[in-house]
């Protein structure tokens, strides 16, 4: 079966369709067979991001290693049985339309509490949850005191993530391996990046996740989605000379590949 990647945040701006390209583009290019699907079916950021990669390399004559993208099904309601959800059927047929000739899905998930993305953590063999290094994103998490140091008791995400668990744990399936990444970050060290990191390590072993490095917060990011290109690209688009900011952002790649530790995956680029 292949290998479920979701990434999952109930909270937008962190990233998350940023990680979700880079991560399957990455995969592509390291051989593997890889789909996605994108969940947020009003925005569809992760759908226009490998749309736009479609159209940029038709006009460029170029051929990049990219995902197999699929939007969901619409489902026939009169088919549905009392007590079906249509959102879980659309998600299982989009599942099942890429699972024969993938090694990996990637569901890239909306920034908000939805029937579907609920569905997709409960699939997840692994959870990628990119957070922005900030308190208020930490609060999707653990409630935390004035102090900004006592963890109060685990928060809305992680009791979602719990109840997936739960969900794989009675169907005999394998533990979720939920991985936060600290995304977006700022070069500065600063005491609130410090007791970030401090809070997150307790937390880790609180509520069972691992910490890894995402992406520090870089324009190249903005720069790259209207073409649809990723980190990898650059060099097949003819950028010869990459600047320190792009060596090191492909540096902050190759280190969240191998934090990920996917099976059978070895990070080669």
Same mark, same amino acid.
């Given at each position: 079966m292949a290998h479920i990647i979701v990434v999952g945040n109930e909270k937008g701006g962190a990233?998350?369709?940023?990680?979700?390209? +880079?991560?399957?583009?990455? /995969? *592509? @290019?390291?051989? +593997?067979?890889?789909?996605? !699907?994108?969940?947020?079916? @009003?925005?569809?950021? &992760?759908?226009? #991001?490998?749309?736009? @990669?479609?159209? #940029?390399?038709e006009r460029a004559g &170029?051929? /990049?290693?990219? =995902? $197999? +993208?699929?939007? %969901? =099904?619409?489902?026939?309601? $009169?088919? %549905?049985? =009392?007590g079906e959800n249509a959102s879980d059927h659309r998600l299982s047929a989009a599942v099942a339309q890429l699972e024969d000739d993938s090694d990996f899905i990637l569901i890239d998930c909306p920034g908000s509490h939805t029937r579907l993305s609920q569905v997709a953590h409960s699939l997840a063999d692994t959870l990628v949850t990119p957070l922005n290094d900030s308190f208020i994103d930490f609060d999707l998490l653990a409630k935390i005191d004035n102090d900004g140091e006592t963890i109060l008791g685990p928060s809305v995400y992680s009791e979602?993530?719990?109840? *997936? @668990?739960? !969900?794989? $744990?009675? $169907?005999? &399936?394998?533990?979720?391996?939920?991985?936060? %990444?600290?995304?977006? /970050?700022? *070069?500065?060290?600063?005491?609130n990046k410090q007791k970030m990191e401090s809070a997150l390590s307790r937390l880790s072993e609180r509520i069972g996740f691992r910490a890894a490095p995402g992406f520090n917060e870089r324009v190249i990011f903005r720069e790259l989605f209207p073409r649809g290109l990723t980190l990898l690209d650059l060099r097949d688009i003819g950028v010869s000379n990459l600047n320190i900011s792009n060596v090191a952002a492909r540096q902050e790649l190759r280190d969240m590949m191998r934090a990920l530790d996917l099976p059978g995956v070895e990070v080669d680029f």
């Open positions: 990233g998350k369709s940023t990680v979700s390209m +880079h991560v399957a583009t990455a /995969l *592509a @290019r390291m051989g +593997h067979k890889i789909g996605t !699907l994108d969940l947020d079916l @009003r925005q569809k950021s &992760l759908g226009r #991001y490998v749309e736009n @990669r479609r159209r #940029y390399c &170029l051929s /990049l290693p990219s =995902p $197999a +993208h699929v939007e %969901l =099904p619409e489902i026939d309601m $009169a088919s %549905l049985q =009392p979602m993530v719990w109840s *997936a @668990r739960q !969900l794989r $744990a009675q $169907a005999g &399936l394998d533990p979720i391996d939920w991985v936060v %990444l600290r995304n977006r /970050l700022g *070069a500065q060290q600063m005491v």
